[in-house]
């Protein structure tokens, strides 16, 4: 079924001699085409449709989502070229599908994917995109963390975004345009904040409290139970059989259950991952100088990802928020009413207006 959004009614305005004028293009959607904004994460990518606004940052509310699609994981380092690609074209289709328009329509593309972490790997991926559309099609690629900030900044890029979801990532602008980053590069390389880490933990913990190298914890008999297992030496071969960070990071609710409950090895895990997490945030910040000279400065601090926004009793994003403001009083932390893909599609209307 074609969108009751569609280009239908500005064409036809057209066609029947006129142009549209300011206030009918926006309200058709189509005036000046559609922008297409997609995050992929280390488990899905999104693609949303919105209407392109030449209007600068005047954004109406809700903002109009003109078609929604998920597909499967698009971070070539996690799971291949083919497939990562097969997945950027399959979510794209589907979402024009949606929004029952064609890519003739598409004015720009932005794609926030995580494993962007050079200029080789953003140049990769804006080739896939650009031969998927016609040549005047504006394409974007960033890492997912600049577009999950600007799903807080609604488009603009100043402040910091810290990402803990499966993985986690701390990325930050200041106002000239200078960027800096910290953490990101995977469990085997320090994300303990992240979901896989948190689980991580955990996992090693009921193993060590096993074989009496550690304390006892309601872990064990908890993720036993939640896994179907029997004793703590067959995580081993569970662990082994397929060690995606995912389903690793699956297990962080259960971790946070046995905090709840008062179990102590759990509780310091969580404390331990919120004080890493608010570390993150604090090199960028002082690495851009975003706090000002006196450490007070305002700036926007995005929060970003199931980690920080499972809204349990033992909340880790309210621990991280808190951590963050005794280093740096004038941070505002925020939580985007806006999903990383709407910011990207946002990023993508800044670029293409500025």
Known sequence: MRNPHSNGNLRKLEADGGEATEEESCQNGFGDGVILGLDGGATST?????????????????????????AGCTNRNSVGETAARDSLE????????QLGSDKSDVRGV??????????????????????????HVKVYVKNDAIVALASGTMGKLHGCVLIAGTGCIAYGFDEDGREARASGAGPILGDWGSGYGIAAQA????????????????????????????????LIGWTYADPSWARIAALVPHVVSCAEAGDEISDKILVDAAEDLALN?????????????????SFPVVMVGGVLNAK???DIG???????????PGAQTIIPKVEPAVGA???AMNFLTS
């Not at 919105?50 to 903002?63: N, S």
């Not at 550690?214 to 872990?219: E, F, N, R, V, W």
């Open 90 to 97: 399959q979510v794209i289709s589907e979402a024009l599908v």
């Open 318 to 328: 309210k621990e991280v928020s808190k951590r963050i403001n005794q280093y740096f």
């Open 203 to 234: 996992l090693t913990a009921v193993i060590k409290a096993n074989d009496g190298r550690g304390q006892q914890t309601m872990l064990t008999s908890t993720i036993l139970k939640a896994l179907g297992l029997s004793s703590p030496d067959e």
């Open 46 to 70: 999104v693609c949303v449709c919105l209407p392109f606004f030449p209007f600068g940052d005047h954004f109406p509310e809700p903002l109009p989502i003109l078609g929604r699609a998920v």
């Open 312 to 314: 349990r009793k033992w």
């Open 110 to 135: 932005c794609l926030g994917v995580s494993g962007v972490n050079h200029p080789s790997d953003q140049e990769k991926i804006e080739n896939w995109i650009r031969e998927m559309f016609p040549s």
């Open 281 to 297: 945030v604090k090199a960028v910040v002082q690495r851009l100088g975003l706090c000002g000279e006196d450490g007070t400065g």
């Open 345 to 347: 599609a946002l990023l």
